[in-house]
């Protein structure tokens, strides 16, 4: 069938299978940011955005995004490289498999909640699994990265 | 401590830009998509035999380029555990083979052009089986009449007691001084006996490998591992192939915690590419991973302490019984590690010991290596049974332990009579009992609205490398415009190894941290090391880096004297330059790396290896606060302070989350991680969904600090921080639980129904 | 690994339902669950262009489409209030906010999955489902029907005054629930919803009219005890039949006193 879609604001107009899922269609697309830590929607690595929401492209079908926005890692480089720099800081990316999903999630959070609480953050990012880390030091970064913006009067 | 310059600082690591803005650089990320998808069927039963298997059918499938079976493999046994030559693990492998030894073992390797072809296929492959009755509990393995390994072929290549005839990986005791002389003589014995179950490492990238031929018509096997020189010799043995035919090289890795320490999934593309000269690749599912890889061993541990009324304790006899499931990988090693690691915690009154074990095949999973490596299971027992022996003697936990430690200088004769050469243990719990306000907390307080707040205590030693065994190298290079390029083949597998080893070269060298360009795991041209595991890379790599960065130093001082005509002695290395001690002339190393490409006949460039005769262990004190739920068993963690003696700190970034990390999963084995299976050998466990790893609404606070020894023998003092971070969480939390509910929980993983049941039955 | 061979649009609920007559087609509704089973599905459906997604708000109740995603629900600030936030307590729990930005009310309903938090929460709120062909039943009666190939369209929530209470035991955070309890008053009525025993959630009420004097300490451990006594539990991998009933026990107490200290909020805020 055919489908069109913007991935990161540039319009791709494909045939594909009924049963592309989107992370597929994605990492085809150049998008190699998307991972698949898991087949059972619990890991939150393949996490983009569909019309700024986030979801897991391991289970959406990419014939569902038909006529929608994704936005993946790809196209947030300088969100990524501003807030990832503080993860950085800490050592906390590790192995860095789940870095993307995480770090996209965690950009919607500061969307949607500028000032999060510990432990709205905590909830917001639970569905973002890390295996390294033990969570404490993405924890610090991203506190480390409000107070940044804080104290710079910067809008997250 | 020395006042050090770049290591020893929280130094960002090398590609973490790269890693947190999501750059392509793992192994699926870097490899072609135009290629063979490999795929495995796996056993549906725990044992049987390929009686027919016919995939004439499935071959017919467009696009299928090639199916295996057990009837086109090489016949010659080999163990996927990358070990040293000659592995202790016994050769006890094919590619595919007719006998099936458990749930999820490999039938046929399918190859095809897409997935959805060779997901077709896979249905298609006709296969007759002969069910066998499997050996699915380990405690009846030994002796049993059905045995995992009757093949005449099956070969143990080290002395370490394996028969296969008796289902026995390995087999040994040990004893010091006369135990049971000792046993008689002391006041309170305590015996227990403790099990621990399998662990998924559960990496966040699965096993994954890519194979091509390159130009010269070798395999170029690029994947996620972290033993570039294993993988060419397992796949050597595998394939009946030279040596020489093979290259192995990896990418950035997803997390490896010891599963890619043994060869998982490479021998399947490898298999193909070899006989279809066609570039093939093999990306594990989750459920894969879960079922068809190699978990921690599950260990039953059966522990005496023998001890004095005044908390003495003089003796103890260990008997750990490992179930290796269906194939040896790692086997008759991890289990060494249960006692050695415990025993000689408790070195200081001990006046005997004995250690004995049993590694039995069985039909689960293969077990293999997972981050502490035996000595987390051994710990888990041995501290419970510490924490029960202060119980009985209504002594403070924190107390006999400072009594009973061993302490810096002594002769440990339960780790190879090695010196404890450096040791800040007794510091690390003076610190963690001021961090925790141990002193001042009661063991348990009933909130009184159903919770109890309990509190609990561990320690815990590791070793840094295989004394003896583990060999690291390193090639440092002095570059145009004065750079340096470190050349390795340990693994950095997030664990930041990379920068570390840059940190320790960059301080040598006397410049930036950006000053040095490292290169990794080529098995072609890296110098070789035995790869990243047995936490081995800071210590024993890290020291081959010291050694190389002298010696080109010297090089780099020896190319100077010439040019300033002078000897080499009146020199002083400052880094960026060269100068006369007297300050009269100066050279630039810029100066020094131009020289070097020019008129030149002295090497800009040294290769240093390194092996250590000694493992000095780092020790840890890990104190944990939990909130019981009395009627739901739910378990809270409030907070958890970890004191660690890696020796010197080389990146105090990296070392405190390696720590957090290793707690991490130390909590979720201490809780909840299991592998359990049906009543016909299949795993529950089988994805992320139903194998719940800890979010981070599970792991509470963590406290992290550090109380460094100075270890002679480590580059700058250091030792090793990798596995030991694991081995605390589940006897501290074990301990806060009985003092919450009276109740000991011997088994893991200690679920809040454990904890309901345990209370209600009292 | 699933397989769809075509994927529809659907136009209309007319046109969905006819396609969801064979057997081989299915409704897509965040397609979590779907996405993990080894099938081949024909047709898939999806209602996305129907409208669906929205709560809407009458003048006596909040109606759900079925595309309504549960982290809409979780987040919908009327129906919070009405109820507590006990719905926003029952859906938090489950996986991550990625995953409820997909998974949808019509989703987990009318799988009635025994994990079903959703389920459980709906059945304490007498809530009523919307079917294509059979028209409107309560989610009860619902919860308790054969699978057949009509249309969940929407879930119907009256608005009234109540008091509910929403708990749950997990082993981890965020798996599935080992129980379930969801307890609600409404006009003098207590039900008690009871789900992942493991199977689909049941309603209880206080046939023995252990709480008309009110919610006491001990009232509500009377009524743990008799749901505990009423409760047919069974065994999975999370927890034994045993465990199961003992939780209902302690849970439907603690939500009987976490009730007793929720504030009547007017459904009208």
Redesign the interface.
């Known amino acids: 069938m055919q489908i069109k879609l913007w991935i990161n604001g540039k319009m791709v107009t494909e045939d594909v299978a009924a049963d592309t899922l989107l992370i597929d269609f994605l990492r085809a697309h150049g998008c190699l940011s998307v991972k698949r830590g898991c087949e059972t929607s619990n890991c939150g690595l393949c996490t983009v955005f569909v019309e700024d929401k986030p979801v897991l492209s391991c289970s959406m079908l990419v014939a569902r995004v038909n006529g929608k926005k994704v936005t993946t890692l790809e196209g947030l480089q300088e969100e990524a490289e501003d807030f990832g720099a503080f993860i950085a800081d800490q050592g906390a990316e590790q192995c860095g498999f789940c870095n993307p999903g995480f770090i996209m999630n965690a950009i919607a959070m500061f969307r949607e909640n500028p000032d999060p609480s510990d432990e709205e953050i905590k909830q917001y990012l639970a569905g973002n699994l890390c295996r390294c880390s033990g969570y404490e030091g993405q924890l610090r970064g991203i506190k480390a990265y409000l107070s940044f913006k804080k104290e710079n009067g910067g809008v997250c | 401590m020395a006042d050090f310059k770049v290591v020893n600082k929280p130094i960002r690591k090398k590609d973490a830009m790269a890693l947190v803005t999501g750059k392509p650089v793992y192994t699926d990320d870097v490899t072609p998509t135009d290629c063979l998808v490999v795929k495995v069927l796996h056993s549906p039963y725990a044992h049987a035999m390929i009686k027919e298997i016919d995939v004439e059918l499935a071959k017919k499938v467009p696009g299928i380029e090639a199916i295996f079976t057990y009837k086109d493999v090489p016949g010659k046994r080999f163990t996927m555990a990358g070990q040293t030559y000659p592995e202790p693990s016994p050769y006890d492998r094919l590619i595919l083979d007719q006998r099936l030894r458990y749930v999820g073992d490999g039938v046929a390797i399918v190859a095809g052009e897409t997935e959805k072809a060779v997901d077709k296929a896979l249905k298609l492959i006709k296969v007759n089986y002969e069910v066998l009755e499997p050996v699915l509990d380990f405690r009846t393995a030994k002796d049993n009449k059905v045995l995992v390994h009757p093949e005449e072929n099956w070969e143990a290549l080290c002395p370490v007691g394996a028969d296969n005839k008796r289902n026995l990986c390995a087999t040994d005791t040990s004893e010091y001084g006369d135990v049971d002389r000792v046993m008689a003589e002391c006041d309170v014995i305590v015996e227990n006996t403790y099990h621990t179950k399998a662990n998924q490492q559960a990496m966040m990238e699965t096993f994954r490998t890519y194979t091509t031929l390159d130009p010269y018509g070798r395999l170029h096997v690029i994947g996620s591992t972290q033993i570039i020189f294993h993988v060419r010799r397992i796949l050597a043995n595998a394939l009946d192939i030279p040596k020489s035919k093979i290259r192995v090289t990896k990418p950035r890795i997803g997390g490896g915690f010891g599963a890619k320490q043994t060869c998982v999934t490479e021998i399947f593309p490898a298999f193909v590419t070899w006989k279809t000269g066609k570039a093939a690749k093999l990306i594990y599912t989750r459920e894969e991973s879960q079922i068809a890889s190699t978990p921690r061993h599950e260990m039953e541990i059966k522990v005496r302490v023998g001890a004095m009324k005044d908390g003495t304790i003089r003796a103890m006899d260990v008997y750990t019984l490992s179930n290796t499931g269906a194939y040896g990988e790692h086997g008759p090693t991890t289990v060494g590690l249960s006692g050695q690691k415990s025993i000689s915690l408790y070195n200081n009154n001990l006046e005997a010991y004995r250690f004995g074990y049993d590694v039995v095949y069985t039909n689960v999973q293969s077990a293999g290596a997972y981050r502490g490596y035996g000595a987390t299971q051994g710990i888990f027992a041995m501290e419970s049974a510490i924490n029960e022996l202060a119980s009985k003697l209504s002594m403070d936990p924190v107390k006999i332990r400072e009594k009973n430690m061993v302490k810096e200088g002594q002769i440990m004769p339960s780790y190879h009579d090695e010196p404890n050469s450096s040791c800040a243990l007794d510091r690390c719990m003076t610190r963690a009992k001021e961090m925790f306000d141990w002193d001042n907390k009661p063991l348990a307080v009933d909130l009184g609205n159903g919770k109890i707040r309990s509190i609990g205590v561990a320690m815990a030693m590791q070793s840094s490398g295989i004394s003896g065994v583990d060999v690291g190298s390193a090639t440092i290079k002095l570059n145009d415009e004065g750079f340096y390029a470190l050349s390795i083949a340990a693994a950095d597998m997030g664990t930041g190894c990379d920068t570390i080893l840059a940190q320790m070269a960059a301080e040598c060298l006397e410049c930036d941290i950006d000053d040095i360009i490292v290169y990794g795991a080529d098995s072609d041209s890296s110098p070789y090391d035995s790869g990243s595991y047995a936490s081995s890379t800071t210590y024993v790599t890290g020291k081959a880096v010291e050694r190389a960065c002298l010696q080109l130093k010297e090089k780099m001082c020896k190319i100077g004297a010439e040019m300033l005509s002078c000897s080499v002695e009146d020199l002083v290395f400052q880094g960026k330059k060269i100068s006369k001690a007297d300050g009269s002339e100066e050279i630039t190393l810029m100066d020094i790396a131009t020289k070097s490409m020019c008129g030149n006949t002295e090497a800009t460039q040294v290769t240093a290896s390194h092996s250590s005769t000694v493992s000095p262990p780092p020790f840890m004190v890990g104190m944990v606060e939990i909130e019981v739920d009395k009627e739901t068993g739910a378990v809270e963690l409030l907070d958890y302070v970890a004191v660690v003696d890696c020796g010197t700190v080389i990146n105090t970034n990296l070392a405190r989350v390696q720590t957090e990390g290793g707690l991490a999963q130390g909590i979720g084995m201490a809780l909840y991680e299991d592998v359990t299976y049906n009543s016909v050998g299949k795993i529950y466990e089988n994805s992320f969904m139903q194998y719940k790893i800890p979010t981070r609404l599970d792991v509470g606070k963590m406290r992290v600090e550090f109380e460094s020894s100075y270890e002679r023998t480590g580059p700058f003092g250091a030792k090793s921080i990798g596995e030991i971070v694991i081995n605390t969480p589940s006897p501290a939390i074990a301990h806060a639980i009985y003092n919450a509910t009276g109740v000991w929980h011997r088994e893991l993983p200690i679920t809040p129904e454990k904890v309901v049941m345990g209370i209600l039955k009292g | ?7 529809v ?1 659907a136009e209309s609920l007319q046109q969905a339902y006819e396609l969801n007559q064979k057997k081989n087609n299915v409704i ?1 509704g ?3 669950w779907l ?2 089973q080894k099938k081949s ?1 024909g047709t ?1 459906i ?1 209602l ?1 262009d129907l409208g669906l997604d929205k709560i809407e708000e009458t003048e006596d109740s909040y109606l759900l489409g079925a595309m309504v995603t549960l982290r809409s629900l979780e987040l919908h600030k009327g129906l919070n209030s009405m109820t507590n936030n006990a719905v926003a307590e029952s859906l ?1 729990h489950i ?5 409820r ?2 998974a949808t009310v019509g989703g987990s309903i009318f799988g009635r999955y025994g994990f079903s938090d959703v389920l459980t929460l709906l059945m304490a709120l007498n809530a009523q489902v919307e079917l294509y062909q059979k028209g409107i039943v309560s989610i009860e009666e619902f919860s308790k029907m054969p699978y057949d190939n009509d249309l969940l369209v929407r879930v119907i929530i009256k608005k009234q005054e109540m008091k509910v209470a929403y708990l749950s ?1 997990r ?6 629930p ?1 129980l379930t309890c969801a307890i609600s008053n409404m006009e003098g009525t207590y039900r008690c919803v009871i789900g992942a025993r493991p199977k689909r959630a049941v309603c209880l009420y206080d046939n023995n009219d252990i709480l008309k004097d009110g919610i006491t300490p001990e009232s509500a451990e009377k009524f743990g005890e008799y749901i505990k006594s009423q409760i047919i539990t069974g065994s999975n ?1 999370r ?2 039949e ?2 199961r009933k ?2 209902s026990g ?2 439907t107490k ?1 939500a009987l006193l976490k009730l007793k200290d929720c504030e009547v909020t007017s459904y009208a805020d």
Do not use: C, P, W
């Open positions: 690994m699933l397989t769809i061979n075509q994927y649009k897509l965040g397609m979590l996405k993990m599905v898939a999806d996305s938090k996986v991550g906010i990625q995953f930005n997909l035991q082993n981890t955070k965020t798996d599935f080992v991998m927890a034994s045993e465990y003992v939780l302690v849970l603690r």
